[in-house]
């Protein structure tokens, strides 16, 4: 079964330092999506992506945040000057529509800890 | 954000018995509801959903069940097995014509006992 693939597994950052978080969408997928779930916390909506621009971003993505599908497999999830409060697992998701019942498929995360 | 909420962070049964999930919402624009399920080091594995033209989805082991005037939903899985000891959220999307970003509620991790 297809799958959603994320790399690195784990990423280990100084504070202040950018990051890139990669991910590969389903290949007939044409929606992606950014959550992150903090320690303890729910898993929250950051940014979707349609036709090579964002279509929707919550609050939490601010300037420090960014994305890109920079060819037709990759898509990738930037945080330009790192906060330790941006520890989390990240996690991409992708649907091959925008409908409620084209449900999402996520991939098993980034771990991402700021030092 | 309260849209979602699961207000039993754990649930334990025996393997065989049955586990019931619950799960409640605020916005009543919600149309669309799904369950995940996910273990530890892994991302959430879409499981079932229901519409809320409906008030039941059945899908061999797991059915949920949707309550509208309750604003309440839940999950069951019957016979209960080992291996569905896993986080499960219920999650909504607000569908818009670019994408649904989804709500998730905070989870409830579910362990059977053999």
């Known amino acids: 079964e297809p799958e959603v693939t994320q790399t690195p597994s784990h990423q280990v950052t100084q504070m202040g330092q950018e990051v890139i978080l990669r991910c590969v969408p389903i290949?007939?997928?044409?929606?992606f999506y950014w959550y992150r779930q903090i320690l303890g916390q729910k898993v929250e909506f950051l940014v979707s992506f349609y036709n090579n621009e964002i279509s929707e971003k919550s609050e939490i993505f601010d300037d420090q945040f960014s994305v890109e599908r920079p060819d037709g497999s990759n898509f990738t999830l930037k945080i330009r000057s790192t906060k330790l409060e941006d520890s989390a697992m990240y996690f991409c998701a992708s649907s091959p529509g925008p409908l409620s019942n084209q449900p999402q498929h996520f991939g098993d995360g980034t771990r991402l800890s700021i030092l | 954000d309260q849209q979602v909420k699961q207000n039993s962070p754990s649930l334990s049964v025996q393997e065989g018995r049955i586990s019931i999930l619950n799960c409640d919402y605020t916005n009543s624009m919600f149309d669309y509801f799904l369950w995940y399920k996910k273990y530890p080091a892994e991302g959430p594995t879409f499981l079932i959903s229901i519409s809320s033209i409906k008030d039941k989805n059945e899908d061999g082991r797991f059915t949920v069940f949707l309550n509208k005037s309750a604003k309440h939903l839940s999950l069951h899985i019957v016979p209960s097995q080992p291996g569905d000891s896993a986080v499960y959220f219920c999650a909504a999307p607000r569908t818009e014509t670019s994408g649904s970003r989804l709500t998730f509620g905070e989870g409830t991790q579910l362990t059977v006992n053999p």
């Open positions: 290949s007939n997928h044409l929606y």
